[in-house]
Antibody, heavy 116, light 113 residues
Framework: EVQLVESGGGLVQPGGSLRLSCAVS????????MTWFRQAPGKGLEWVAN????????YYVDSVKGRFTISRDNAKNSLNLQMNSLRAEDTAVYYC?????????WGQGTLVTVSS | DIVMTQTPLSSPVTLGQPASISCRSS???????????LSWLQQRPGQPPRLLIY???NRFSGVPDRFSGSGAGTDFTLRISRVEAEDVGLYYC??????????FGQGTRLEIK
């Protein structure tokens, strides 16, 4: 069974940092592109970043460039999102998903709240 | 960036009746590899998104056959042949032909009359 489980969300002050993780099982992680999406409260879906199988290519939405870093550990079947200089507008549920052009499995999400 | 526009934004439907959602892209979604990376996702209340259809018309594993996708180029449609109560929720089209960025439609809320 394919599983993606996000963790690391929580309440953080503006300007603070958080590191999200996504633990995967049930498929070959090392051969899969991986993607982070987010959904602000009551809003639609937004792509955040994705990473190639070997980590050699990474792409980010403009609003997080220079602040967020996507990474992966293929030995641990883990996807990460380091989020620095957080802003109120980063408040959202963050989802990890398998794939890039077709994202077929999604996690349940982890809530990040940026507030003082 | 490719802009995705969905219509309608809200769709009240009678149980057992068909429903249709349209999605239009600001540019052709045909990739140089010949594929068109247009997906449809469903998000039930309080749930994460779930893939329904990929590459215009391919139904994902476990998706009921009452869901179908069609279209080409810049115009795409998701159809539900007979709406059931469990189909209530938000539906998004997503393009990944040209990324970054991957972009979504605004979402269409399907509700029962």
């Amino acid at each position: 069974e394919v599983q993606l489980v996000e963790s690391g969300g929580g309440l953080v002050q503006p300007g603070g940092s958080l590191r999200l993780s996504c633990a995967v099982s049930g498929f070959s992680f090392s051969t899969s592109w991986m993607t982070w999406f987010r959904q602000a409260p009551g809003k639609g879906l937004e792509w955040v970043a994705n990473i190639k199988q070997d980590g050699s290519e990474k792409y980010y939405v403009d609003s997080v460039k220079g602040r967020f870093t996507i990474s992966r550990d293929n030995a641990k079947n883990s996807l990460n999102l380091q989020m620095n200089s957080l802003r109120a507008e980063d408040t959202a549920v963050y989802y990890c998903a398998r794939g890039a052009r077709t994202t077929d499995y999604w996690g349940q999400g982890t809530l990040v709240t940026v507030s003082s | 960036d490719i802009v995705m526009t969905q219509t309608p934004l809200s769709s009240p439907v009678t149980l057992g009746q068909p429903a249709s959602i349209s999605c239009r892209s600001s540019q052709s979604l045909v990739h140089s590899d010949g594929n068109t990376y247009l997906s449809w996702l469903q998000q039930r209340p309080g749930q994460p998104p779930r893939l329904l259809i990929y590459k215009i018309s391919n139904r994902f594993s476990g998706v009921p056959d009452r869901f179908s996708g069609s279209g080409a180029g810049t115009d795409f449609t998701l159809r539900i042949s007979r709406v059931e109560a469990e189909d209530v929720g938000l539906y998004y089209c997503m393009q990944a032909t040209q990324f970054p960025p991957i972009t979504f439609g605004q979402g269409t809320r399907l509700e029962i009359k």
